[in-house]
Structures are given as structure tokens and as C-alpha cells.
């Protein structure tokens, strides 16, 4: 039996335009309703960015609500988790401690060295940023998007592109901020591009997030004498983060240059904001 | 007294799709993923209920279901409502051109659901400015595909139970 193009538009029109059985609306108005809303996000007006602050901190909480029984699961999972691996991660312990042991002694030349060029060249050592600390609300890795939530908003004066640290590493930037509650996109993710710099080979290139992958620098010099271990920290060329910020390690493999992130992303509950310069006093 | 069990029983059964529409995207977890496996089963929740018991899962709610998924995961608001309005819509379609109820007809005629929500969602991504692994999209595709039996199975089972 052949299928005339009238009863495929009848069979559209009764899917699309009709609404169905106990339905309150048709789909052709909520897909028009969805287009207008994907529209106006490119808006930004004040009034607007009110109403989406407050839809997003109000499903924010509920988004909390709800996740508590699999966050239950997910630690009880860990908690066994960690006995079963207790003589394991023991004896890693034991060895970890020797070679700290032995790195003291190092370190600690280091630092005094450091600070003795640090007064060389007459730099404030005592950090000039201002900070403000956090708690990560909502860790939902979607495979799209690697970003958290974080329970402060502009509260506490976050702004878009401040700096995210987690402790003293770079781990990525405010995207997007509510009154009570703002966005972090990590530094793995594909939007993810963050001016940086090399050391000791001095090479500007641009930090480029692979989702799941650790991030890979992009745009290198040529003749680039990147080695394995390099440190690379923030360049503060585009002028929104503060440059010699820490961010990871350099690793060389062929033809690319993959950076092993200090803070491991996966296991962040408190994060430092970096609010800006502190004010100078005469 | 048996009679409240039957009906709480019943009733519990009918709302547990849209409790679960709701948890999966309350909860962030509209995609499953496990190593190299990952799997949308928020797509293969709205198609097999819209597909099989329209009246269990209204456009209203998958739509307010997009709008919180699109909250928690950080995209723009609407993207995820629109591509999950078309993989009802496929399924009205479907629906409405069909008379049997087979697990081969159902699976089939998931391509072209898949298929739209996918484009609409490269689409409307694009248009926002958000880079898309290419790669990953076509294997969630695959996988959500490939897993859509087990979900219909378990959906079935649940249909079943209410009846019961």
C-alpha cells in the first residue's frame, strides 16, 4: 500500500500541531518556545540576566536536592572503596615519604634561593591578589561541558573570566555567574583556551582543553626546546588572568605537548576565586 | 485496604516515568557514561514513553525536563528542550503511522529520532558557540542506539506492572 504525501502531512500536522491525549501544549509551540529561549540567552540585558539568575540558582538547589542519594552511593562506594585499598596505598605511602625525606633538604635550598633573587630584583614576595574561597555545590562532568558550580555568585562580587584556583594552581575561569552560585569551566574543556608560558625554555603557546584528555599546548614556536617536566603557568598576555599562575608540567610526546595538570579536576571541593588586585596603600 | 495498595501501586507505576524524567535531569545524569560506553537515556526515556503511553510523559514536562538538564549541565537555555521536543516529536509521528508494537519497528524508527536531536543539537550548540566533540556525539549516538532494547525491556516491564 503506497503512503500518499497527504497522509504523511496529516500524520505531521496531527504529531506536531495537535495536542495529543492529556497534553497541555502542542510541540510546535514548545519547540518555538525553546528556539526563542536559545535566542534570547545571546541577549544580555539586565532584567533578563535577573530572570535566568534566579531560574538557574533556584534549579541549582533542586539540582542539590536531588543528588543526594546518588552523592550517598558514590561515598559509601568510596569508602569501601578506600579499605579494600588501605595495605596498597599504605606501602605507597611509606615509599612516597622516603623520597619527600630526601627532597627536603633540597627544597628548602630552593626556597631560600629563590627568595634571595625574588630581593634581587626587588619583587614583592607577599601576593598582591585578593582571593575569596568556595565550595564546589554541583560537580555534574557532563561530556560536553567540564565545569562545576561553586556556591558563591555576584553576592561576593564574582565577575565572567575571574581566575579559578585550587589552592595556589590554575584550574580554569568564572563563565557564567548567578547571584548565589557561579560557573567554573575547567581548563580540560574544549572551550578552554588560556594564554600560558614555559619555564625554564620561556615559549608562549595556548592551553587548549580536550575534554577528557589532559590538555595540549597549541600555537608553539617552531623551533620550540619544550622538554618533559617544564613548568607551564599563566602568561597573563590576554590581560584578564595574572600571569605566573602554576598550572601543570609539560610531557613531550612526538609531535605534541600534553600538560599533566597539578590539581587533580576530578577531586576539587574548595576552590580560591581570584578577585583582583588588591589596593595599594600608600 | 487491598484496594489502596492496587491503586497507590498503579498510580506510582503511571508517575514513575516522569519521576524519572525529572531525577535524570535533576540529577545531571541524562547520559550514562561508562569508560568507553556512554548512553543517552534521557532520548530513549522521552521516545519510548511518548511512543507507547503519551499520556505518562506530557510535552510540558519534557520541555521543563530540557530547560533543568540545559541548567545543570551549563548550556544555554533551550538546547536540550528542543532536541528532546524532536525525539517526541518523532515518536508522535511514529505513533500515529504505526500499528504494531514491536521491539524492530521501535528500534527503527529511533534512527531518525536520534538523528534529528542530534542535528538539532550540533546545530544549536554551534550557533551558541560551544565546541562539540564530533567524535564523542556519533559514539553516544551508537551506544544510546544499541542500548535502546534493554530500556524498552525494562519500560515494557513497568507498562506490564501497571496494568497488573
Known amino acids: ?282 | 485496604m487491598a484496594f489502596h495498595i492496587k491503586d497507590f501501586k498503579t498510580k506510582f507505576f503511571e508517575l514513575l516515568p516522569l519521576l524519572l524524567l525529572f531525577f535524570i535531569s535533576l540529577n545531571g545524569s541524562s547520559i550514562i557514561n561508562i569508560k568507553f560506553f556512554s548512553v543517552n537515556i534521557h532520548y530513549i526515556l522521552v521516545y519510548y514513553w511518548v511512543l507507547r503511553h503519551p499520556r505518562s510523559l506530557g510535552y510540558g514536562f519534557i520541555f521543563l525536563s530540557g530547560i533543568i538538564s540545559d541548567v545543570v549541565l551549563g548550556f544555554p537555555l533551550g538546547i536540550n528542550a528542543l532536541s528532546l521536543l524532536f525525539v517526541a516529536g518523532v515518536a508522535a509521528y511514529v505513533r500515529v503511522v504505526t500499528v504494531r508494537i514491536t521491539l524492530i519497528n521501535d528500534w527503527i524508527s529511533f534512527v531518525p529520532a536520534l538523528l534529528f536531536a542530534n542535528i538539532v543539537y550540533f546545530i544549536s550548540l554551534y550557533l551558541s558557540d560551544y565546541s562539540v566533540d564530533y567524535f564523542y556525539l556519533l559514539k553516544n549516538s551508537a551506544f544510546t542506539l544499541i542500548f535502546y532494547p534493554v530500556l524498552w525491556g525494562i519500560f515494557s516491564l513497568i507498562i506490564n506492572f501497571s496494568k497488573s
Open chain 1, 1 to 282: 500500500m503506497d503512503t500518499s504525501r497527504d497522509d504523511v502531512g496529516i500524520s505531521i500536522r496531527s504529531a506536531f500541531l495537535r495536542k495529543g491525549t492529556q497534553q497541555r501544549f502542542s510541540l510546535f509551540a514548545l519547540t518555538v518556545l525553546s528556539v526563542l529561549l536559545i535566542f534570547l540567552e545571546t541577549i544580555e540585558t539586565k532584567p533578563l540576566d535577573r530572570i535566568r539568575a534566579f531560574i538557574k540558582d533556584t534549579i541549582f538547589r533542586g539540582s542539590l536536592v536531588a543528588s543526594y542519594p546518588t552523592k550517598t552511593v558514590s561515598s559509601a562506594y568510596g569508602f569501601f572503596e578506600r579499605h579494600i585499598n588501605l595495605y596498597s596505598e599504605y606501602n605507597e605511602l611509606i615509599e612516597e615519604n622516603n623520597k619527600l625525606k630526601n627532597n627536603i633538604s633540597k627544597s628548602d635550598f630552593l626556597e631560600l634561593e629563590n627568595s634571595q633573587l625574588r630581593k634581587l630584583i626587588e619583587e614583592q614576595v607577599s601576593s598582591p591578589t585578593n582571593l575569596v574561597s568556595s565550595r564546589v555545590m554541583l560537580d555534574k562532568q557532563s561530556p560536553y561541558l567540564n565545569s562545576f558550580v561553586i556556591n558563591i555568585g555576584s553576592n561576593k562580587n564574582i565577575k565572567n573570566g575571574m581566575t579559578v584556583l585550587s589552592g595556589k594552581y590554575f584550574i580554569g575561569r568564572i563563565v557564567d555567574v548567578n547571584y548565589f552560585s557561579s560557573r567554573v569551566l575547567l581548563v580540560s574543556d574544549l572551550n578552554s583556551k588560556i594564554p600560558i608560558i614555559t619555564e625554564p625554555s620561556g615559549s608562549h603557546a595556548i592551553l587548549s582543553g580536550h575534554g577528557k584528555n589532559e590538555p595540549t599546548l597549541e600555537y608553539l614556536p617552531e623551533n620550540h626546546d619544550i622538554q618533559n617536566g617544564d613548568k607551564i603557568y599563566t602568561s597573563g598576555k590576554e590581560g584578564i588572568f595574572n600571569p605566573g599562575t602554576p598550572i601543570g608540567e609539560a610531557k613531550v610526546e612526538k609531535d605534541q605537548v600534553t600538560v599533566s595538570l597539578f590539581s587533580n579536576l576530578d577531586q576539587i571541593t574548595f576552590v580560591n576565586i581570584v578577585l583582583g588586585e588588591k589596593e595599594k596603600k600608600n
